[in-house]
């Protein structure tokens, strides 16, 4: 898919492909364009705004391998945000970069659901200046309940050096995640990620998505769980969670992509209590590593595992010691 700038629209085209042959016109732009709502393109396709072969068609027409759709998308409406006291968790601070220990239940950027008491809110309280830098100097993100290590740009220089490295995949990422079944080795998932053809709050391995891949190995084995360390070579959204999923081992407690609540036979009282009051994934960002977008050093943080998560995995830990697992 292709793209450029205007000043009001974004202009993207894309070729129907073997996959959207005989499809409608608004099913197809869903799989093309599948950062914006199926709502939101059908709404363009009345408007005007796709075309095919140049042509307007309505959202039930069908399209055909090799015709090129034209999308002049309008820009996301932008969300006011404001300073907020809100308590950070640094790390590590200089004139260009902020390394931050992200808590559970801490969104990262405002949005429609989420206009305040967001972590981009926190930084702009902060450190003001912030406000001068693209989403406060926020590069990536984590999840609202996932943890873990986050690292924020202080200058234009370093924003535009550290979207660089994301991209050049030369940022170190490694997450430890507790998955549900019992793994015996580790392995890559390379699977594409895109927006789930039906649930659009989702994502989905799919043909047509962006490139993903997940390389994990095993930490710790437990009775029905295993511990993982997860290291990203892309950063799709969700992409952990998606590609265990799809591997048949999601994150324990993922509210979107996890399984029902299997307990170990027999296990004591206190571990089913806190395996049953865990209501976000058991996912943390332990390591970050890059390095430095202006003086050019080698930078490598690890956060510890948060009490919540800790104190599950040692309560899987006994639970293992106790029927003598190995």
Partial sequence: MDQSNE????????EVGDEQAGMRLDQAVAQLFSDYSRSRLTAWIKDGRVSVEGQQRRPRDKVWAGERLILRAEPEPQVACVPQDIPLDIRYEDDYVLVINKPAGLVVHPAAGNPDGTLQ??????????INLPRAG??????????????????????KNLVAALQARDVHREYRALVVGELVAGGTVDEPIGRHPTVRTRMAVHPTGKPAVTHYRVEERYRGHTLLAVRLETGRTHQIRVHMAYIRHPVFGDPVYGNRLRLPGGAAQELINVMRGFKRQALHAFRLGFVHPVTEEDMLFEAEIPDDMTELLELLAE???AHAYY
């Fill in 138 to 159: 926020i590069v990536h993100r984590l999840d609202k309940d996932t943890t873990g290590l986050m690292v924020v740009a202080k200058s234009e220089l370093a924003h």
């Fill in 121 to 130: 809110n926190a930084l702009l309280h902060h450190e003001p200046g912030l």
């Fill in 319 to 321: 639970d293992a010691d």
């Fill in 7 to 14: 000043q009001q629209a974004q202009v993207l085209s894309a």
